[in-house]
């Protein structure tokens, strides 16, 4: 006989100033197999929850129902609760009533008669709820990072410490990431390369983490605590295990002079086809590049870096590496790209000369970039005045309306940087300043007492058209003209300046979109990996066994990356010093006399969790690995022969709600 408690939670007034709870909870006391129901301030506090303990046992309840918030905040706390009662944790269900309820009806008496519809539609499908059990399988004590920027090295460095064996797989021949290109970091104007190369020396050396440099994710199969891995890594046709990273093949190439724009430094420098992208990489080690070698390219070369290269590590017969392993959970890290400004055409990038972005000035302001740390316009001379343009790509409504959060405060370093190196007068424009972390409000006031001037106001366009006599004489000099009004004055300024920064905002990385299909992975509507839960799950995602950390999840500065990356390693050890973890049971399973073997939902699960296979009497039949399967019921919902139903949301059960919500 069904014998069901029904609870219902005020959570505080932001169900109960809604909602009127005496109302709804006298109208759950009469539904068919209620025998007693309840309402309590907060029903995931220790009272609320003996609450339920203490009536099971004492009513004997056989089915619980709490009408509260998401499942996704507190399903496992009521489930445990049942658990200490005695229940079966998965004869208890939730009727969520503050977000699809309290809080998107305006109308007390609506939400009220909502709150009812809602509960009577649980308590109905409750009924049909039957006791389940949870697996559970052993967790591989290895990990996999993807990503070798400041958040994939912190990880892996706290995870490889912690006795943990780490794959850190890395698409570029150097580890490293965008941080390796700053000179310098804010607010306390640290040497980038001081802070980062003992980290990433440490990475190399360290005898718990495996690196695949110039490598990719290709493919993972598996599922929590047991997932296989696939990484391709390319041929940098020098052998890593032989060279020493003497640079003679670097220097004895066939091409006497860098000729090559070098993607490290961001375009304004040049590399050869064999080339070590700065010089604290690790591994150090040259990568020849297939498609500008006049060997590989096509067999017109001496081979002059095959003959300066004494420990013989110059390989030109080296291909693909399939190197695989299995890992029990995998750590995102791969970072972000800086905003194109090319398309913002006013701003005048790709156009005119003397218009870098923000990126390009750090690699000159690098003692080991294409300059050598001075600042620098195309014509070899020092800029007398500099423009910095604040919020480029970022909080616009025509490309991203989120803020980049590091754009403000790395514009007031580049400015300080600037007017040191060069002398020059320089102008920042602004929209708002945003300087929230530790030290940077401080930061924002040394360099603002420094003579740098910040003019309020989005910039229109940069031009190099006169409207005056006087402007003709400032762009006869080759110099650009910055439009802006100024919102502090009121009206629009004419500011001529040698040279413009563009501030560009950060973007999702390529390699995270590449990622996000290898893995199956959820992201926000602006191509952020979207994390579990904003608040309470920061670093985990949607799938048990993978975690974000850094710019994957969205922009941060460099201490916040720094934090989550270790959260995220945190995250991980957990995981993994239990030993073993517990699948949840509510996943999809094959009816197999009712299975024609169609294949239907082979290729439609995401999880690759559904195969053919032959049965005893030789007729083909899908099987679900419940291992793999992840509840998501696609294959439920595509079955044409309704042979695949699902624990937790069986047809009968989602049925039985929907008639209880639609039928008085």
């Known amino acids: 006989m069904l014998r069901i408690g029904v609870y219902v939670c005020h959570c505080g007034r932001n169900i109960a100033d809604k909602v009127n709870i005496k109302e709804v909870v006298e109208f759950a006391k009469k539904l068919d197999g209620v025998v007693v129901a309840r309402d309590y301030k907060y029903m995931c506090s220790d009272p609320g929850q003996d609450l339920i303990v203490k009536d099971v046992k004492e009513y004997k309840l056989n089915r619980v129902v709490v009408a509260a918030c998401s499942p996704n905040l507190h399903e496992k706390t009521f489930r445990n609760a049942c658990k200490r009662a005695g229940l079966n944790p998965f004869l208890f269900y939730m009727a969520n009533i503050r977000e699809l309820d309290a809080w998107v009806t305006e109308d007390p008496k609506k939400a009220t008669e909502k709150a009812k519809r809602f509960i009577k539609a649980v308590v109905n499908r409750v009924k049909l709820q039957k006791e389940l059990e949870v697996g559970k399988t052993k967790i591989k004590s290895s990990v996999l990072v993807i990503g070798g920027g400041i958040a994939g090295i912190s990880a892996a460095l706290t995870l490889a410490d912690a006795g943990v064996h780490v794959y850190l797989v890395e698409r570029q021949p150097s580890i490293g990431g965008n941080m390796a290109k700053f000179d310098k970091t804010f607010p306390t104007l640290d040497c980038s390369a001081c802070i980062l190369t003992p980290k990433m020396t440490s990475v190399k050396a360290h005898p718990n983490i495996t690196l695949l440099t110039y490598s990719e994710v290709a493919k993972v199969e598996g599922y929590v605590g047991n997932f296989h891995v696939r990484v391709i890594k390319k041929p940098r046709y020098v052998r890593e295990d032989l060279c020493t990273g003497c640079y003679q093949c670097v220097e004895d190439c066939l091409f006497t002079e860098p000729v090559f724009p070098s993607e490290f430094d961001e375009g304004i420098g040049k590399r050869k086809p064999v080339h070590i992208p700065f010089p604290q990489a690790v591994p150090l080690v040259p990568t020849i590049d297939g498609s500008m070698c006049m060997w590989l390219s096509a067999r017109k070369c001496p081979k002059y ?152 106001g989005r910039v229109a366009y940069v031009t190099d058209i006169p409207e005056s006599e006087e402007e003709e004489k400032e762009v006869e000099k080759g110099r650009l003209i910055v439009v802006v009004e100024d919102t502090l004055l009121g009206k629009v300024r004419r500011i001529p300046v040698d040279m413009v920064v563009l501030s560009v905002g950060l973007e999702p990385s390529e390699g995270g979109e590449y990622i996000k299909k290898v893995l199956k992975l959820s992201c926000s509507a602006d191509g952020w990996f979207a994390e579990r839960h904003p608040k309470l799950a920061p670093v985990a995602t949607n799938t048990e066994g993978i975690f974000i950390a850094g710019c994957a999840q969205g922009p941060k500065d460099i201490p916040e990356t720094v934090a989550q990356a270790q959260a995220a390693a945190g995250e991980v050890l957990s995981l993994i010093q239990r030993g073993e973890i517990e699948l949840e049971p509510n996943v999809a399973y094959v009816e197999k006399e009712k299975c024609t073997g169609c294949g239907i939902c082979v290729p439609l699960c995401p999880f690759n969790a559904i195969s053919l296979k032959m049965d005893e009497n030789g007729k083909l039949r899908s099987e679900i690995n419940p291992a793999l399967c992840q509840g998501c019921g696609t294959c439920v919902a595509a079955c044409p022969s309704k042979a695949i139903n699902q624990h937790l949301f069986s047809r009968e059960e989602i049925i039985a709600e929907i008639t209880a919500l639609v039928k008085d």
């Open 305 to 456: 870096c095959v003959e300066a290269c004494e420990p013989n590590a110059v390989d030109f017969n080296m291909g693909m590496e399939v190197v695989e392993f299995d890992v029990g959970a995998i750590i995102v890290a791969t970072g972000y790209k800086p905003f194109d400004p090319s398309k913002i055409p006013q701003y005048g990038y790709g156009i005119y000369d003397n218009v870098y972005t923000s990126l390009q000035v750090e690699r000159m302001l690098s003692s080991t970039g294409p300059t050598g740390g001075e600042v620098l316009l195309k014509d070899g001379r020092k800029p007398e005045r500099v423009a910095i343009i604040h919020c480029v790509g970022s909080r616009d409504e025509n490309y991203n309306r989120y803020c980049s959060k590091v754009c403000c405060m790395y514009s007031i370093k580049l400015a300080h940087l600037i007017k040191e190196r060069s002398g020059a007068e320089v102008f920042n424009f602004y929209i708002d300043v945003r300087a929230a972390g530790k030290a940077y409000e401080e930061f924002y006031k040394r360099v603002l007492s420094e003579g740098v001037y910040f003019v309020r």
